[in-house]
């Protein structure tokens, strides 16, 4: 325990504690003096000491709060610093006027304090204030509920579960509350929709507070069979390469026939071509009977199994997340998504 009087004279306090022993609660009386500071001694009274902004509405106009501080010593009171710290400082502004070099006896000056929050939850900080008083630096306590800025659910008789046949398209029927105060915007992404099927989210503003009924239609397609045509008879490598001799070889054939026909031939001269033209001819027979005992034959045609386009039967989740920004732009934080089952037969 700490004794810091804000007065002179008797002090008085309880201290409480309870638990789970049956004498439960238990209280400790306090009590203490307060003397008063020497003379030309500074002391500094804050009212309030503490401040609460209590449950405010993210991104909503709250009110700003002010603090006196007094000089309520017996010498003049001398400010460093007016300080915002902790944990969610950036929720909170805070502007001052205690900027004199010093403050006499009874003069006061102001701190005014100001919240913005952008998340959601329990907001806390504190203000810092550094002078020559005895108990300086003083530490004044912020906090402040925030709810979420924009609620969605199903809009009567709505329901977050939809089921369509193939080819339908599935209306999910919300609706949006903004929380007291809220001004501003938002839009959504959907993800999870099925295959072959197609989510439109549109986005919506807020102005009055008034609930927005808003519906997130899921396009799904018809089951269609598709059936591919057959392909062509393939020929193994090997019949191409047969082919190509077997041209050669007659090409060849009527070339040297052609010869022998314009040169006259002879029994000298003429013996050689006619052994060259028996035995290209010998080899074009040869291919040619070795190209049909090879037994060529096409690949039997394969017909794929006929395929289906559509959106598959099934259920699938759907997960809507919104992205909410105030009136002047500022993105908002921690609005949770929301979860929609779509059944397709």
Same mark, same amino acid.
């Given at each position: 325990?700490?004794?810091?009087?804000?007065?002179?004279?008797?002090?008085?306090?309880?201290?409480?504690?309870?638990?789970?022993?049956?004498?439960?609660?238990?209280?400790?009386?306090?009590?203490?003096?307060?003397?008063?500071?020497?003379?030309?001694?500074?002391?500094?009274? /804050? =009212? @309030?000491?503490?401040? %609460?902004? #209590?449950?405010?509405?993210?991104?909503? !106009?709250? $009110?700003?709060?002010?603090? &006196?501080?007094?000089?309520?010593?017996?010498?003049?009171?001398?400010?460093?610093?007016?300080?915002?710290?902790?944990?969610?400082?950036?929720?909170?502004?805070?502007?001052?006027?205690?900027?004199?070099?010093?403050?006499?006896?009874?003069?006061?000056?102001?701190?005014?304090?100001?919240?913005?929050?952008?998340?959601?939850?329990?907001?806390?900080?504190?203000?810092?204030?550094?002078?020559?008083?005895?108990?300086?630096?003083?530490?004044?306590?912020?906090?402040?509920?925030?709810?979420?800025?924009?609620?969605?659910?199903?809009?009567?008789?709505?329901?977050?579960?939809?089921?369509?046949?193939?080819?339908?398209?599935?209306?999910?029927?919300?609706? /949006? =509350? @903004?929380?007291?105060? %809220?001004? #501003?915007?938002?839009?959504?992404?959907? !993800?999870? $929709?099925?295959?072959?099927? &197609?989510?439109?989210?549109?986005?919506?503003?807020?102005?009055?507070?008034?609930?927005?009924?808003?519906?997130?239609?899921?396009?799904?397609?018809?089951?269609?069979?598709?059936?591919?045509?057959?392909?062509?008879?393939?020929?193994?490598?090997?019949?191409?390469?047969?082919?190509?001799?077997?041209?050669?070889?007659?090409g060849g054939f009527v070339?040297?026939?052609?010869a022998c026909k314009v040169?006259?031939?002879?029994?000298?001269?003429?013996?050689?071509?006619?052994?060259?033209?028996?035995?290209?001819?010998?080899?074009?027979?040869?291919?040619?009977?070795?190209?049909?005992?090879?037994?060529?034959?096409?690949?039997?045609?394969?017909?794929?199994?006929?395929?289906?386009?559509?959106?598959?039967? #099934?259920?699938?989740?759907?997960?809507?997340?919104?992205?909410?920004?105030?009136? &002047?732009?500022?993105?908002?934080?921690?609005?949770?998504?929301?979860?929609?089952?779509?059944?397709?037969?």
């Amino acid at each position: 325990m700490t004794f810091a009087p804000l007065g002179t004279g008797q002090r008085t306090a309880t201290l409480t504690i309870s638990d789970d022993a049956p004498n439960s609660p238990q209280s400790v009386q306090l009590t203490g003096i307060g003397a008063a500071p020497p003379p030309g001694t500074p002391v500094v009274k /804050l =009212t @309030p000491n503490g401040v %609460f902004f #209590g449950s405010v509405t993210q991104g909503a !106009a709250v $009110a700003a709060q002010t603090i &006196t501080l007094i000089s309520s010593g017996t010498g003049p009171l001398h400010i460093a610093s007016v300080a915002l710290g902790g944990t969610n400082s950036s929720d909170f502004s805070v502007t001052n006027n205690c900027i004199a070099p010093a403050y006499v006896v009874g003069v006061t000056c102001t701190i005014s304090l100001s919240l913005a929050p952008v998340a959601t939850g329990a907001r806390s900080a504190f203000i810092t204030i550094a002078d020559d008083a005895p108990n300086s630096p003083q530490a004044i306590a912020i906090s402040a509920n925030v709810s979420a800025a924009l609620a969605i659910s199903p809009a009567a008789p709505g329901s977050t579960s939809v089921t369509v046949k193939a080819g339908q398209t599935a209306a999910f029927n919300l609706q /949006l =509350t @903004p929380g007291p105060g %809220f001004a #501003g915007g938002a839009s959504f992404a959907c !993800a999870g $929709a099925p295959a072959a099927a &197609t989510c439109t989210a549109p986005s919506a503003q807020f102005a009055s507070g008034a609930p927005v009924s808003y519906v997130v239609n899921v396009a799904t397609t018809a089951n269609t069979m598709v059936m591919f045509p057959p392909r062509a008879p393939q020929l193994p490598p090997f019949v191409w390469l047969n082919l190509f001799s077997l041209a050669a070889c007659c090409g060849g054939f009527v070339l040297l026939l052609y010869a022998c026909k314009v040169r006259r031939v002879n029994s000298i001269t003429g013996l050689p071509r006619i052994a060259a033209l028996t035995i290209l001819a010998s080899l074009c027979v040869f291919e040619a009977a070795g190209c049909g005992g090879a037994g060529v034959s096409a690949s039997p045609q394969v017909v794929p199994t006929p395929h289906v386009i559509g959106t598959p039967q #099934g259920t699938s989740t759907i997960t809507l997340t919104p992205s909410v920004t105030t009136s &002047t732009g500022i993105p908002l934080q921690g609005i949770p998504p929301i979860q929609l089952t779509l059944t397709v037969q």
